[in-house]
């Protein structure tokens, strides 16, 4: 289902900003019957723990040279 007033609302190559932009718009958030996607690319094992930290059940993947996926435990 795609929703036509979705729009892109910060595009950023800093981590930390990113993540706080995305607690501020979820504690403000009215999150019933809501699912939220979004698309990021991160570069560290260290910085993608600080984002699921923030986010458990984030689907995730790996791209490239190592394997691993939320779906697998990697």
Do not use: C, K
Request: without cysteine.
């Amino acid at each position: 289902m795609s929703n036509s007033y979705a729009q892109p609302i910060l595009r950023t190559a800093d981590l930390s900003e990113g993540l706080r932009i995305v607690e501020r718009l979820l504690a403000i958030a009215d999150l019933r019957d809501l699912e939220v996607d979004f698309d990021a690319r991160i570069s560290s094992a260290h910085s993608l723990s600080e984002v699921l930290a923030l986010l458990p059940n984030a689907d995730w993947w790996a791209e490239g040279e190592r394997d691993g996926a939320s779906e697998t435990g990697g």
